[in-house]
């Protein structure tokens, strides 16, 4: 199945110039749902983790459900606000101004293995905040996996530290 096919491409969303990729209309299909989660636990079947972290919100669609489909526990990481117990945050810089995220502090213990999985790779902030998150709290990030790459903002530069895996590559 070509996965490709199923994300519908928005031109000029969120901005002029911004190329967006949907995914909504691979999730509304059942058969492409299932075959995306079944790749992303194929990629992933000779790293060793106890938990699957998801970020903000489109990753929580696939690490959720992967999470269950591997009869592993899921983390949900969120920005600020967001959690209702303590948490333990990570700053990020954005193209003008800062963002962060948040976990809560007793998700993760030292030693603890993670995936971090998240529905698109763009600039790779995001994914980088999150596994200092991980590794600030005493674990360790087995391995960064992505549905979609945005190939061309070359993310994995930013995160040459760590194991990554994308299911769908865009060149834009």
């Given at each position: 199945?070509?996965?490709?096919?199923?994300i519908r491409?928005?031109?000029?969303?969120?901005?002029?110039g911004?190329s967006?990729?949907d995914i909504?209309?691979?999730?509304k299909d059942s058969?492409?749902?299932?075959h995306?989660l079944?790749l992303l636990?194929d990629?992933?079947?000779?790293?060793?983790?106890?938990?699957?972290i998801?970020?903000e919100a489109?990753g929580f669609?696939?690490?959720?459900?992967l999470?269950?489909k591997?009869?592993?526990?899921?983390?949900?990481?969120r920005?600020?606000g967001?959690?209702?117990?303590?948490?333990v945050s990570?700053s990020y810089?954005l193209?003008?101004?800062?963002?962060?995220i948040e976990?809560?502090?007793?998700?993760?213990n030292?030693?603890?293995?993670?995936l971090?999985?998240?529905?698109?790779?763009?600039?790779?902030?995001?994914?980088l905040?999150?596994?200092?998150?991980?590794?600030?709290?005493?674990?360790?990030v087995?391995?960064?996996e992505?549905v979609?790459?945005l190939?061309?903002?070359?993310?994995?530069?930013?995160?040459?530290?760590?194991e990554v895996i994308?299911?769908?590559?865009?060149?834009?």
């Open positions: 199945m070509d996965l490709k096919s199923k491409v928005i031109e000029d969303y969120p901005a002029k911004i967006f990729k909504t209309t691979l999730l058969e492409a749902y299932a995306t079944d636990a990629a992933i079947r000779d790293y060793e983790f106890d938990y699957i998801g970020i489109r669609m696939f690490a959720s459900a999470a269950y591997l009869n592993k526990g899921f983390i949900p990481v920005k600020p967001k959690l209702p117990a303590e948490t990570e810089d193209e003008y101004g800062s963002d962060s976990i809560h502090f007793d998700a993760l030292k030693g603890d293995k993670v971090i999985l998240d529905d698109l790779l763009a600039t790779g902030g995001t994914s905040a999150c596994a200092k998150l991980v590794e600030k709290m005493g674990a360790k087995s391995c960064l992505f979609i790459e190939e061309d903002l070359n993310a994995r530069e930013i995160l040459k530290d760590y994308s299911l769908i590559r865009y060149d834009h």
